[in-house]
């Protein structure tokens, strides 16, 4: 399975899996918000066919005092019907092969408690657990 490079007219194949993340969102959201995020930088790869990305990984770039360049996973979903299949593996070691070729000094997401397979794939994939992340939705301040 080839990984490829997600553009704006791939995003209604993104929006299925993304979903399985974003749950929140809906699709109409999601063709809102996907074409800003590619402008503001977010790239997103994928492994699927020419109708359905099958597992899709969101990144971009960050900067940071504490990491310092920083290739940062906004997103890491698999459809439910393509699980199990080893493609959210494949895109992580493609993640981590084009952070070591275009000079990042460090790979990070963030990951919600309950998603304990996710864990265990990041764990296998050489991840570590180095921090936890605190938020709050502005309007709830």
């Not at 996907?34 to 790869?45: C, N, S, T």
């Not at 699927?48 to 099958?54: P, T």
């Not at 940071?64 to 439910?80: E, P, Q």
């Not at 494949?90 to 275009?102: C, S, V």
Request: charged share 25%.
């Amino acid at each position: 399975m080839n990984v490829l490079h997600a553009t704006t007219a791939d995003i209604d194949k993104l929006i299925p899996a993304l979903l399985e993340l974003r749950p929140h969102l809906t699709p109409t959201r999601l063709r809102t918000m996907l074409p800003q995020l590619f402008v503001e930088g977010y790239e997103a790869i994928y492994v699927g066919d020419d109708k359905l990305a099958y597992s899709v990984a969101g990144f971009r770039t960050l900067n940071f005092l504490f990491s310092g360049k920083t290739l940062y996973i906004d997103d890491l979903a698999t459809h439910s019907a393509h699980r199990k299949k080893g493609y959210a593996a494949l895109l992580m070691d493609y993640l981590k092969k084009y952070a070591k070729e275009n000079g990042y000094d460090n790979l990070s997401l963030d990951s919600g408690f309950q998603r304990k397979d996710a864990h265990r794939l990041y764990l296998n994939c050489g991840l570590e657990v180095a921090s936890l992340h605190f938020s709050r939705e502005v309007g709830l301040l």
